[in-house]
């Protein structure tokens, strides 16, 4: 993987995680970033959120820090404190101001993190030295049941120069639009308007990471942030024109990428399963069938079973409260039709419980016959596992 | 148990199940009864839901039909006619009007069941003779998933006579209110008004049925009726007064218990679980929060795992989007204080397990500390066996 210009990082094992596993990273930016961050709508927000919302509103970022292990959500004034505490540690190692830094935690909700092994972490990052792959180092430090770390990267041409965009993301339970249980990061060397940012990061994250649910729960503690440094030296993006254009659409595809990567890992995920509604009257309820499909248990533990049951399919179509027609939806599974006319199409089940065995990507598509929108969202399905591992995720 | 008078019922048979265990009952009243009912908002209702609609609203109703195995939903023309000619059927052995007849009907969606089966079980069981205690028969024949049948009794004075009420209910996944997968018949014989049933039942309804949830999926299938045949002698319950006051307590207390019951017996469930909102602005803002944590499978999987772990409570208000101040939120675990505010409360965590361990109803208590509104929703937890029964559950 190539690395965005004048970005490095590291990570350590700083005794937050019971595992002993690396639980602590920094990602660092040579010069200051236009930055732009999206953060969880829970009511219940994590103590570092609203320090990060502030960071973002005055200015420049230099900093991500993120550590896993307590989510230092619900955690009072002492948790308002520590995150603070994290940053000014992390400017302290940087020389940069403590409102450059963008702090994420992730973890069990309302216990504090411990501050000094925090701080003390962050210094042996720094005696160890960053490097542009510790971006990676960084990303694998915050997965909690995460099985495996998630990055996207794009490279692509841009206002007449080449432009590297990496991003990394963790995220496995407790995931759920508007956002995520979801650290999502991506750091770029294009030079870009902080308002043309802002925009093209918030088409991105509608498209991907808003249309994603593995259990339906939406944390405290999701974040969802993009740097970019300018080192690339292209000319500056702005909030329209080709450049903007393709600068979104490579944003959108790395976030699209990182979301999916998070369903497919998804707490006791067997299958990645990608819900994606046609024909509906407007996006909203384009979203609002495929969510409910996306969120239905009774769908999901079918697809664990490799049961084409499109009974279950079309029940939670029915109770989206989408506006249709029921006699116009149709139901396909892969590319087979098997719901049209309010009743099962010819098909046949053998092959597509073959289906849901062999493939490792489940397609379901609904049209729902009443206009022009569309919206996909990304899911998996419901395990075994999934109840063992959080019925055995500790407070 | 005691039965309403002019009540009588029968089950029998019919080959509809592939278990081989009773399918198909009937119950009857010797004369024309006044009767309310409601039923799913599932776009996708079941081929009878029409029907019986339509028989509700046209007068007197003499019988109820219940089949399972196949729903009888998602199944096209075929499927309306075999609602219709099942009503037909029971009409023909009660010597009543086809639009008499409510046909309730629960299993797999989008399975026609097979008509002359269910003809000649509605013949079996009237050539067999209806009984009294024939209506709890008929409750066992409409199981599906459910390891036990569910019933509710009352017995009250009422206009100077006594009255007696009795539920049969079923329900066990596919579980959310508006309305549940759930077959729900309460039999009277009070004398009441067609008004005064309708807005008793619509009260009793939605502070019992509409606050369950197992799976947070709403069924298509879903009916409550009520049906009162007046034989008791009493005189004629009105839309107020305190014959009308009494009528509706009682009959919302079949209609709890029954929910009760159905929650306790959801699929896979080891624990009832009572989510009691206080203190909210709203009735709909105590409920949205109490459905909130009802349907949050990260809370519904930490019960399963005796875990009092309140960051996902927690968690879950605060993506709710009731309205509430964060400092003010108050969450019990049983009686005992274990979030107040914006934090861990100090309790004593092990006694709190225990708890969780020793007791068959788990209550958790959440005062917003907003007003005086309340809500109190039915919910069961998490476990591997509703994986396990909802992956093997064949279309």
New interface residues.
């Given amino acids: 993987m190539r690395f965005p210009k004048g970005f490095a990082g590291g990570a350590t094992k700083a005794g937050l995680k019971a595992s002993g596993k690396p639980d602590l990273g920094v990602v660092v930016s040579d010069r200051p970033c236009v930055a732009a961050g999206l953060f969880t709508?829970?009511?219940?927000?994590g103590s570092n959120i609203p320090f990060c919302r502030r960071a973002l509103k005055e200015g420049g970022i230099r900093a991500v820090v993120m550590h896993a292990g307590q989510?230092n959500?619900?955690?009072?004034r002492e948790?308002l404190e520590v995150a603070r505490q994290t940053a000014i540690a992390v400017s302290g190692s940087v020389g940069c101001g403590y409102n450059e830094v963008i702090v994420g935690s992730t973890g069990?909700?309302?216990v504090l993190p411990k501050l000094n092994k925090i701080q003390n972490g962050i210094r042996a990052i720094a005696e160890k030295g960053l490097t542009p792959d510790g971006i990676l180092a960084a990303g694998e430090a915050m997965m909690t049941t995460d099985t495996v770390p998630k990055t996207a990267s794009a490279r692509f041409r841009l206002g007449g120069k080449m432009v590297t965009m990496v991003g990394i993301a963790k995220g496995s339970?407790?995931i759920?639009p508007?956002m995520a249980t979801m650290l999502s990061y991506v750091f770029t060397d294009a030079r870009i308007s902080k308002s043309a940012l802002r925009m093209a990061f918030r088409d991105a994250v509608e498209g991907s990471f808003n249309c994603l649910s593995v259990?339906?729960?939406?944390?405290?503690s999701d974040m969802a942030v993009v740097l970019a440094n300018g080192a690339a030296g292209n000319r500056e993006v702005k909030p329209q024109g080709k450049d903007y254009t393709a600068f979104r659409k490579k944003l959108t595809e790395v976030c699209t990428d990182l979301s999916r990567k998070i369903a497919r890992d998804g707490e006791g995920a067997t299958k990645l399963v990608t819900v994606r509604v046609r024909r509906a009257s407007t996006f909203d309820d384009a979203r609002r069938v495929a969510k409910a499909v996306a969120?239905?248990?009774?769908v999901k533990?079918?697809i664990?079973?490799r049961?084409?049951?499109?009974?279950?399919i079309?029940?939670?179509?029915?109770?989206s409260g989408a506006r249709?027609t029921?006699d116009n939806v149709m139901i396909r599974l892969g590319k087979t039709l098997i719901?049209a006319?309010?009743?099962?199409a010819e098909y046949n089940?053998g092959l597509m419980s073959k289906y849901l065995k062999d493939t490792d990507e489940v397609l379901l598509e609904i049209s729902l016959g009443s206009g022009r929108a569309e919206a996909i969202v990304s899911t998996c399905d419901?395990?075994?596992d999934?109840?063992?591992i959080?019925?055995?995720?500790?407070?």
Same sequence: chains 1, 2.
């Fill in positions: 709508k829970n009511k219940f927000s989510a959500a619900c955690t009072g948790g069990v909700i309302g339970g407790m759920h508007n259990d339906g729960d939406t944390s405290t969120n239905s248990n009774l533990t079918a664990f079973g049961d084409p049951n499109w009974g279950r079309a029940c939670a179509v029915g109770y249709f029921p719901f006319k309010g009743k099962s089940q419901l395990s075994y999934y109840v063992r959080n019925a055995e995720y500790t407070t």
